[in-house]
């Protein structure tokens, strides 16, 4: 999937520019193998890596839960490292993982309704020969200290920024 090299691209890249970063592997695992193919792959990178593996970064929250079991039976604390960040989604379960401190540090949720507004309302200047909008989504990452518990975010931000668009 394109966008899925493309977002995994964008990641090492920034990863890159941080002095005290040294990225120690990276996995292709196409989401519709994630299921079959996680658990090995967590098992490889503690036996390769063991203490040194302490972050992770995966571009869905859905790799998170393929993961977390391997890293549990492994006797990982599920609150300590290896840290792991999904870099889009945000789903509920995502939520419950990082509120209850269980092997998902952070999340960038990715709210469906700003997308639904985005999506109508790209589709409806493109339909009308007019130029997108140019609005690009403030990112947002969710942590145990800023969830309150909650098991979603959506933000009020994209709402007001569409009426000034929309001039209401």
């Known amino acids: 999937m394109p966008s899925a090299k493309r977002k995994s691209d964008l990641i090492k890249k920034e ?5 005290d970063v040294k ?3 990276y996995q292709n695992i196409p989401i519709p193998e994630v299921n079959r193919r996680a658990i090995g792959a967590v098992r ?5 890596y ?7 970064a995966a571009i869905n929250d859905l790799y998170l839960q393929h993961t977390a079991p391997a890293l549990r039976a492994a006797d990982k604390d599920g609150a300590g490292a290896p840290y792991t960040i999904g870099a889009g989604d945000g789903d509920p ?7 209850s401190k269980r092997y998902q540090a ?10 639904g507004w985005q999506i109508v309302d790209e589709f409806n200047r493109a339909f009308a020969g007019s130029p997108a909008s140019g609005y690009v989504a403030p990112v947002h990452i969710t942590t145990a200290a800023n969830s309150g518990g909650a ?3 959506d933000s009020e931000g994209y ?7 929309w001039g209401r």
């Open 15 to 19: 990863l890159a520019t941080c002095s």
């Open 23 to 25: 990225l120690l592997s």
């Open 44 to 48: 490889s990178l503690l036996a390769r």
């Open 50 to 56: 063991g203490d040194k593996w302490t972050y992770s």
């Open 93 to 99: 379960s995502a939520f419950e993982r990082i509120n």
């Open 106 to 115: 952070a999340t960038v949720p990715e709210p469906l309704s700003e997308q």
């Open 151 to 153: 098991l979603s975010w």
């Open 159 to 165: 709402r007001q920024a569409y009426r000034e668009i």
